[in-house]
């Protein structure tokens, strides 16, 4: 059966379920990306649209062509549940050995959404830290949105799950500083970190177990302003990542975790 984007019919079309619909609009705009050729993607995009009663994407205003189409590829394949964790038209390089700027290694406490993990692998990636440790053995590093967020960093940096967690704090011969908001927690922007160190994250719901949290040297946390007094866990350690790279990349003394 011809179920090419570009050359399928209105009655095979038609007959596909809505996914799979998804998926050759997806790839509609992926040949369109390669080719370059923006109106003719337009086109048959138009028309494939008028066979089958779906979700249509309209670009803003101010993207260009290949910005366009980018995102009719995002929002198609989202639609469509694609696994693909790669920009359409971009491959990226795997490293053969990941070598990190900052022996700096996120920990994270019972964290269990996809999307969250595989933002904080790629946060990992953008930071240059050194590796991920969790004990989650149920954490699939092939989901589908974890592998979307991660945009492939998942293939080369270091990911460790381990089965006690306060007992890996425990043994480890680093600084363990918790990112979390409890009694004695310093204000991230007056922190200064270690030049090694483990960085603990917590559950999204109830923050770190207090297990873990008595395995900690010091803790941190970010102020906020408003009514809610919590951030989503990739967010939270972006900031305090920032805050990490920024103070030891301008050579602020090594050693105090507090």
Known sequence: MDRCAETIGHKKFCRLPARRQHGLLAELARTALERGDYQAFLERYALLHAWAELDRYHPPAWLNPEEALHEFYYFHALCADDSSDLAPGRAEDTPLAWQPRFDITIVLDQVRSPYNVGSIIRLIDNAGFAALVHASPGLDLRHPRLRRAARG?????????VDDL????RDTPMPVVALENCAGALPVDRWHPPEKFLLVAGNES??????VRACCNACVYIEMHGYKKSMNVHQALAIAAHRAVTALGAGTQAGTSV
Do not use: D, K, T
């Open 153 to 161: 960093a998942e293939c080369w940096i270091p990911i460790r799950c």
């Open 206 to 211: 109830y923050g770190i177990a207090a297990a």
């Open 166 to 169: 306060p007992e890996f704090l």
